[in-house]
Each structure stands twice: as C-alpha cells, then as structure tokens.
C-alpha cells in the first residue's frame, strides 16, 4: 500500500490498479464462499501474473477494498529496513547523541568522521556516509533544531494554532527591550557613545505604543519601571517639554503586563509595584518568542526607521558593507529619543496596521470611552515605588548623590540628630530632585542646593563627572610625582642610615662614664693642665648646684 494520494499516481500504473481491481472484484463475487487453488490460477492468468502475486493481490484487496491498495508498491527494501548489525547501529546513535546534538553545531562531515572513527576503534566496519545521513534523517527535525539551538529551524517547525489579543484596550499591554541599530554621540563632544537601549511597551488591542525608554545603560529593573511610568501617566507635559505638538491620548493602569522571563521584570520591586496597583503580571513561557509577538513586530518596525538615521548599524553585516557606523553618528540620546516620540506619534500611530487594517490611533478612539480609565490612587506613592533608590547619609550640607548636592529645609530638624542612612528615591531622567525618607517615614522633596542649576539626566551626570576625573588625571604631571617621590625615598633613607650610626656610636664602650665619674676625656685640651685640689667636691654636686641655685 502506498501513502500516495489517486490523483498523484501515473496515468499507467494507475488505470493498471483498475484493471486488477475489477477482475478481483468479480473473482470475489463468482466465489463469495471461497475460492480453490484452480479458480486463482485462472485468475492470475487472467491477469498475467503468477500465483503467488494472486494471491496477494487478493489479500491486499480484501484488507483495503480499493484501487490504492493495489498500485505497484516500489521495489527495494521494506521502509524501515536497516542492514546494520546493532553494534554499529548503537555506535551511530552513542556519537548522533554525544557528539552532533550540541549547541556548537558540528557538521555532517565531522559526524561520518567520528562514527567511522568510533566503529574501527570496535574493530567494526565503518559505515558508508549514505547511512549515517539516513539515521540523522530519523530524528525529528524539531528535536534536532532544538538540542542543536537552530531557532529558525524551531520557530518554523512549531505549529501556532489560534491568536493571542485582548477585547479592549489596556486589558493587556506588552513590554520588552532591544539594542537599538545605531549610534548616539555625547552632547559637549558629539563623539560616539554607543548604541542605547530600547524598551517599548505597547497595548495588544490597538497596537497603540503606551510608552517606551530610552537609556545607555543595559535592560534593569531601571528600564522596565521607568517604562511602566511613562506608559501609566498622562504624556501632554512630556511632549510639550519636547515641542511635539501631535497627540498621545494613552494613559492609565493595564490590567495585565504581559513580559518575557528576564530578571528584570522578575524583579521584587517590579513585582511588588504591579500588585500593589492592581496590574496582573503575565510571564511568557520560557523559550516561546512567538507569545510575544506584537512586540516582536513593533520593535522590528521601530528599528527599520532608524536604519534611516545617521550611525545606523542596519540588520547585518551584508547591510553595513563598509559603512562606518561610529564615524557618521550624529543624534545625541535626547535627539534621538525625541526622534522616536515624533516617528511614534506622527507617522506609527497615523498608518494603517497591517493586521487592523486601520491606524492605531482609530482604533484607541472608537474604545475611548469604553476604556476604565484607572489611574493610581496615590500617584506619588505608585511614582516613589517604582523610581531607583540609593542609601545616603545626611549631612549639614545636605544629601550628595553622584556627584550633585541636595537640601531641603524639611530635613533641618534631622540634621546631626540621625545616625541612620537615609532612603533616597530619584528619577534618571530628571536628577533637578530627588525625594529623602525621612526617619519618620515619610518621603520629602529636596532639590539641588544651588537651584541656578538647570536639570540634566544621570547619565550627563555621571558622564560629566568621569570627564571632569579625566581632565584632572591629564592635568597630573607623573614625573614631578616620580621625581618627589625617589627624593622622599633617598631622604628617608639617608635618615634611617644616620640614625643607625649614630646610635651605634652612643652604646660603644668609649662613650662609658668611667670609674672615677670623669667621664669621656675625648676633645679635652690637655696643653693647660688644671691644678689638682685635694678637697675637690665630687662632680655629680657640681651639677646639682648649677641645675638648683641658692
């Protein structure tokens, strides 16, 4: 029997089948009891094939009762068959298993050679290539792709039955980050940073983005919450601050945040943040890209337009070419994310989806009033709970936080009377103010002591502050420092080398008061010798007369 469909099979071999299937039929009739040795002989003439062949022919027609059952199988060896001896088909399978199922990916080439390697060490005969391939061919694709990490192979083999969507907006967001395809420059000296990162978030139903953040610094709980904040909160100040005049109408809690297995969204204030609001948190299963698809496909989207941007680094390196990437960057961070804001809310949220059929923004509007706008009960507190936080001292000049001075006359009265590290929550995108725990426990606002100051981001911060390190290290001149540094050696050991000599001098034996109480007579003019009195009083009163006057 073959597993080939009728209209599949040649003209030939098929009005064949027919031909024996109706000469079967009618044995099978003139003989619905049974048939006898001699009624098959005529019916094997009849078809002009031996008796044996009959008879099976017979068999196969009672067992399927159609024409397939009778096309011509083809001949050769049963599928399955295997000549090996079980030896050398364990050999295969032992090397398949230990050797070509591994995320290095050997080839082909090296597998044939370890088998035939493995089975003369046994003393075996190595088999042909031919056979080694068709034991690689019996393992099921997606098995394979998997032990071996061909994701493509995996992401096309996996069978993705029905949709993941939500019913109304904000019933489900989805959020996640990416490395974005081009390079940012510092704002004073426009040289190449590095390439920031992305993170977006953006709601199932409209496929409105809610929200995104755009930072130097790697995926962080950082990122994931400052995203949740943007996405939550009203945008009109944001844009105005940006001169963006189009509108960004979402705002509100989601009722579920769908997000991948990173640590980041794992994260204990991320996940005690959310509940606390009320906002269900979905993780996708492990090693599954296609639960997050809608995000996939907006980051896909939102990384082709900036290959349009100057310092792009494209998709690939066939894309690059010789395309200096670093060299023709030209946007600094906040350049580019309000390049970003514009592209989202002038040309994304205005197009057609592709799966829609409509501009995102249509479909926010039709369900705007359906939306249960939630907002946070205390939006401080929802601000305070999901912003970094450092411990500081307090000190009577204030709080220091990288490098920048903050006061606030609330915290005078804790001034010297606090021995414990105060909590400090601040903002990375606004570092004009930060809010201090006081011990009491309640947050208050301190802003930079010289309020001259305009409000720059942590990251200018903590660049300006590792530019201002460098000057001052190119200002050092290392050999006035070498050159002070070998004198004070040389002195101090000149010094130590006096001392030891001159205490050496003082225990030897000529420097010992002698008998009588003289002392050394070392240095003393004997030219003019003094006259000796007999009744001279003993030297030791002398001495006491000078040092005690009557």
């Not at 894309?319 to 670093?326: F, I, N, Q, V």
């Not at 580019?336 to 002038?346: P, T």
């Not at 606030?408 to 606004?430: E, H, M, Q, T, W």
């Not at 009588?516 to 004997?526: A, N, P, Q, T």
Request: with cysteine.
């Amino acid at each position: 029997m073959t597993d080939l469909f009728p209209a599949e099979i040649d003209e030939v071999i098929w009005d064949e089948a027919c031909r024996r299937a109706d000469a079967i039929r009618g044995f099978l009739k003139r003989n619905p009891e049974g048939a006898t040795a001699g009624d098959v002989a005529e019916l094997a003439a009849e078809l002009g094939l031996s008796r044996a062949t009959a008879y099976r022919l017979i068999r196969l027609f009672r067992a399927g009762g159609t024409v397939l059952s009778l096309v011509d199988r083809k001949r050769g060896r049963p599928e399955g068959h295997r000549a090996l001896d079980e030896k050398r088909e364990e050999i295969i399978r032992a090397t398949i298993s230990a050797y070509y199922l591994k995320q290095t990916r050997p080839t082909v080439s090296q597998l044939v050679r370890d088998v035939q390697t493995n089975c003369m060490s046994a003393g075996l005969k190595p088999p042909h290539r031919r056979t080694v391939v068709a034991r690689l061919k019996d393992i099921d694709l997606q098995k394979r792709a998997k032990r071996r990490g061909e994701q493509k192979i995996v992401k096309a083999t996996t069978p993705v039955p029905g949709s993941f969507g939500a019913s109304r907006p904000l019933e489900v967001i989805q959020m996640d980050h990416t490395k974005a395809d081009v390079f940012v420059v510092d704002e004073e000296t426009r040289q190449p940073l590095g390439r920031p990162w992305l993170t977006l978030a953006m709601d199932v139903c409209s496929r409105m983005v809610t929200g995104f953040y755009l930072t130097m610094e790697a995926p962080s709980r950082l990122s994931t919450s400052l995203c949740l904040l943007h996405s939550v909160f009203d945008k009109s100040a944001w844009l105005r601050e940006r001169e963006i005049a189009e509108p960004w109408p979402v705002a509100g809690l989601p009722d579920t945040v769908h997000v991948d297995n990173g640590a980041d969204f794992r994260s204990r204030a991320f996940k005690r943040g959310c509940q606390d609001a009320g906002i269900a948190i979905e993780w996708r299963p492990p090693g599954e890209p296609r639960f997050g698809g809608h995000i996939e496909r907006l980051i896909g989207t939102q990384m082709g337009r900036l290959h349009l941007l100057p310092g792009t680094t494209f998709s690939n390196e066939q894309e690059l070419g010789e395309y200096d990437s670093k060299r023709h960057a030209a946007l600094t961070l906040r350049e580019l994310e309000r390049y970003i804001a514009l592209d989202i809310v002038g040309s994304y949220h205005q197009s057609i989806h592709g799966t829609l059929d409509r501009p995102p923004i249509a479909v926010w509007r039709e369900h705007e009033g359906e939306i249960p706008l939630r907002l946070p009960q205390d939006r401080m507190c929802f601000w305070l709970t999901f912003l970094p936080e450092q411990e500081r001292t307090l000190r009577p000049t204030g709080i220091h936080l990288f490098g920048l001075r903050y006061w606030s006359a609330a915290l005078s009265a804790d001034v010297g009377r606090c021995d414990l590290r105060l909590l400090v929550k601040y903002d990375p995108r606004d570092m004009a103010r930060i809010f201090v725990q006081r011990p009491s426990g309640n947050f208050v606002e301190a802003r930079y002591a010289d309020l001259t100051l305009p409000s720059i981001t942590l990251h200018e911060a903590v660049t300006a502050r590792r530019t201002l390190l460098a000057k001052g290290r190119r200002e050092v001149d290392t050999r006035t420092i070498v050159r002070t540094a070998i004198a004070q050696r040389e002195l101090v050991e000149a010094a130590t080398k006096k001392t030891a000599a001159a205490r050496r001098g003082i225990a030897s034996p000529k420097s010992k008061v002698d008998d009588r109480g003289w002392g050394s007579l070392r240095g003393v003019d004997s030219s003019k010798p003094v006259p000796f009195v007999e009744d001279r009083p003993p030297i030791r009163k002398i001495r006491q007369s000078l040092r005690y006057p009557n």
